[in-house]
T-cell receptor, first 113, second 111 residues
Framework: ETGVTQTPRHLVMGMTNKKSLKCEQH?????MYWYKQSAKKPLELMFV???????ENNSVPSRFSPECPNSSHLFLHLHTLQPEDSALYLC????????????FGPGTRLLVL | GENVEQHPSTLSVQEGDSAVIKCTYS??????FPWYKQELGKGPQLIID?????GEKKDQRIAVTLNKTAKHFSLHITETQPEDSAVYFC??????????FGTGTRLTIIP
């Protein structure tokens, strides 16, 4: 285990639903990430938070809304998603600077119907 | 922006033999190159990394080589074991927040 937990592990939602993904780490890391992992594509960076401040938004559609209430918790709020948003959503955390190791959670497998 | 290409996409190796995965990057400003291993049902986990001030780094059965001039780097796994079966990702970073990943290599070790 990496010390990064994600809930739920699996989620099925309709296009009109609103749901949230949760990520938690108690490693004392200052940075947290959301990635999208689709089959046969590179991991896509979505958002980065450093000391609770968003430092990167990789042109993500507004139907994905991140929230970082403190350095240990990160949420991804989902609304009016599309079927192509079905993917594995990975959270990661990192101590120190950008070239420190990222510690990934197991991911949330999302299916949008 | 940075673009990382990774080959092969799948690789099958007899147990005990060596495996090599290759990546190329486009931006000469990249100076940090980690490799992550992802097992089924888990998130990626760092196995080794290299910075641009060295050409090779080794950790037991795993080694990484970097050729800055050609802008490519490779992962070498020797004496492969069944537990090496996984998806391996290379990545490149320039010191900013973005780690650019390759598309992954599914390595299968044949007993």
């Amino acid at each position: 285990e990496t010390g990064v937990t994600q809930t739920p592990r699996h989620l099925v939602m309709g296009m009109t639903n609103k749901k949230s993904l949760k990520c938690e780490q108690h490693l004392g890391h200052n940075a947290m990430y959301w990635y999208k992992q689709s089959a046969k594509k590179p991991l896509e960076l979505m958002f980065v938070y450093n000391f609770k401040e968003q430092t990167e938004n990789n042109s993500v559609p507004s139907r994905f809304s991140p929230e970082c209430p403190n350095s240990s918790h990160l949420f991804l709020h989902l609304h009016t998603l599309q079927p192509e948003d079905s993917a594995l959503y990975l959270c990661a955390s990192r101590p120190g600077g950008p070239q420190e190791t990222q510690y990934f959670g197991p991911g949330t497998r999302l299916l949008v119907l | 922006g940075e673009n990382v290409e990774q080959h092969p996409s799948t690789l099958s190796v007899q147990e005990g033999d060596s495996a090599v995965i290759k990546c190329t990057y486009s931006d000469s400003a990249s100076n940090y190159f980690p490799w992550y291993k992802q097992e089924l049902g888990k998130g990626p986990q760092l196995i080794i990394d290299i910075r641009s001030n060295v050409g090779e780094k080794k950790d037991q059965r795993i080694a990484v080589t970097l050729n800055k001039t050609a802008k490519h780097f490779s992962l070498h796994i020797t004496e492969t074991q069944p537990e090496d079966s996984a998806v391996y990702f290379c990545a490149a970073n320039q010191g900013n927040e973005k780690l650019t990943f390759g598309t992954g290599t599914r390595l299968t070790i044949i007993p």
